[in-house]
């Protein structure tokens, strides 16, 4: 699958407000990110290697201790097992991360990244 048309890749819902996209290959991962006015990609951690792009919008992006506003053009690089967040703000946003090795989450259709219970660990067995 060397051309991706994201309106035809089946959306994932990790959390209300935010959609991702993720086609994959056999050692990388894209992912198109939506997330709506306001919604959150809560604190959470993983071991991959993950970068990005803001293509649209504001968002607040705390990466370990560091928090900034980015705008489009924007680029971030966020290291193995570093907790990080992301905020919609003023607006929707549309991201492109990357991802590597490809999130087995993802290409499994399910995150056991992203806490949903509210707990903050980033690894959903604490």
């Known amino acids: 699958m060397p051309f991706i048309d ?7 819902t990790p959390v209300p407000g935010v959609r991702l996209r993720t086609p994959h290959g056999e050692n990388l991962m894209l992912s198109y990110v939506e997330i709506d006015e306001g919604a959150k990609v809560p604190l959470h951690h993983h071991p ?3 970068g ?4 649209s919008g504001r968002m607040q992006l705390t990466i370990g201790d560091e928090t900034r506003i980015v705008e489009p053009g924007s680029m971030y690089l966020i290291p193995p097992n570093v907790p990080h967040e992301a905020v919609a703000v003023d607006g929707p946003v549309v991201a492109l991360d990357v991802f590597s090795p490809i999130r087995e989450d993802y290409a499994s259709t399910s995150n056991r990244y992203i806490p949903t219970n509210g707990n903050e660990s980033g690894t959903a067995d604490g």
Not at 52 to 55: A, N, P, Q
């Open 6 to 12: 994201p309106a035809n890749v089946d959306p994932i």
């Open 48 to 50: 991959h290697e993950q």
């Open 52 to 55: 990005g792009l803001l293509v």
